[in-house]
């Protein structure tokens, strides 16, 4: 079999055989198909589509790929896992897996890197110094079985064709196509072994799925595939068009973790982990209803439960004693890289924020983040902002309204402009809107 006919015969609109794709991902995950290919393949789905029988065969032989994680019988029916679509200031999953744990369930969560200006879970928990993403088949049981949960990255053996894929998409802006998404994500979640997926599927300005009516087809694409693929999923469309939360950035979303995680409150998260944590406790049975599911959310967020399996899963993944204690307990900015220099930005005049534009901000970050990837590592998981005032807060005309973390000794004046130009001031309050939009299943 020929890559370039294969190549060919998608960009020509025409649709694959299974052998063909079996073979394309095949020479993906052993490395027999060149990046050029792959790329060129890649577009050519993003420019033609799939059919419905072509998705399916790309997602189980990505599965196929490599292993499947294997799990006691004792653990069925509460291997449960969340999988966000990516937005600006999205941490979810860093308080919720151990929160759900917690709980009683049992999460193994391979997750990923960022996508364009999307934070990614792998990026934010690697700024904390010592933590690993790779695990082996003894250190995940282990975890599981002690702590409740794990996050971690896919493996050379677990959806080995993702991890290429993933990094390939993001290099030839294939990311925000539906198939490819859902492909991405039910594949590692099918590697995990579960019972359940609860999936944040985000709709909005600062999102991949810009309206309802493009989340909903992503969200019935994914429900179709899940059955194939044998685990029950429940999608929650949620809104997002601020930053969520006040800290965007790989070591500042971990101090904010860390903060929900001790009971404190954070804008537009900490509600939104309630409640999919709310959420996947009902889908697994655990809670009669999702409003049940809750309280114990926030009953282990608020008694220091989920705090404790954080920082046990921080232990068993390679960050020492003594600094995941200080990290949980301590002074958590001292626990992480920081960089040398800070910036803030100051309101122009009085009156409520109305609206703080998450997309600018994303890629700001990003662009900060990337202007330092010759630094150590350290210097660019540090890079970020911190809101001092976010969506539906007074602020005063001269007030501090956004701290810059960077590494550069001047922030450039186009980054000035974009955060500036970023943030809306009224002499009128707003009425929030409510984050969730529907629940599909």
Known sequence: MDMKYIVRKKR?????????IRFFIKGVSNGTV????????????????????ESVTLTREMVFSGDTMQWPEKFRGSLVDKHSTGG?????????????????????????????????????????????????????????????????????????????????????????????IASSILSKKASEGIDYLIMDLKVGSATFMKNVESARILAHQMINLS?????????????????????????????????ILRGEEAPFIKDLVVHIGGNALHLSGKTSSVEEGELKMREVLGNGKALECFENMLTKQGVSNGLSHQLCYGD?????????????????????????EALPIGKVCYELGKANENLSE????????????????FLQKGETWIVVHHSDEKLSEDHMKELKESITISC??????????????
């Open 428 to 441: 009128e309050k707003i009425e929030l809107e409510n984050q969730l939009i529907e629940v599909i299943e």
């Open 332 to 356: 958590t900015r001292n626990a992480l890289p920081q960089t040398k220099y800070q910036t803030k930005l100051l309101a122009q005049k009085t009156g409520w924020i109305t609206r703080i």
């Open 88 to 180: 600006v200031g999205d941490k979810v999953s860093i308080p919720l897996a151990p929160a759900l744990a917690a709980c009683g369930l049992k999460v193994p969560m391979l997750t990923g890197r960022s996508l364009s200006f999307t934070g990614g879970t792998l990026d934010k928990l690697e700024s904390i110094p010592g933590f690993r993403i790779s695990l082996s088949e003894r250190e995940i049981q282990c975890c599981l079985e002690e702590v409740g949960c794990f996050m971690m990255g896919t493996t050379d053996r677990i959806c080995p064709a993702d991890k290429v894929l993933y990094r390939v998409r993001d290099l030839t802006s294939t990311i925000d196509y539906y198939n490819l």
């Open 227 to 259: 059955k194939l693929l044998g685990f029950k999923i429940r999608i929650l469309l949620t809104r997002h068009d601020t930053p969520l939360g006040r800290c965007v950035g790989n070591s500042l979303e971990i101090i904010e973790s860390v903060q």
């Open 34 to 53: 060149h990046e050029a290919q792959i790329g060129a393949m890649l577009m050519a789905i993003f420019l033609k589509g799939m059919t419905q029988e």
């Open 378 to 393: 350290n210097s660019n998981r540090s890079t970020g902002v911190e809101l001092s005032k976010t969506v539906g807060e």
């Open 12 to 20: 020509d609109g025409e649709e694959l055989s299974e052998e063909e």
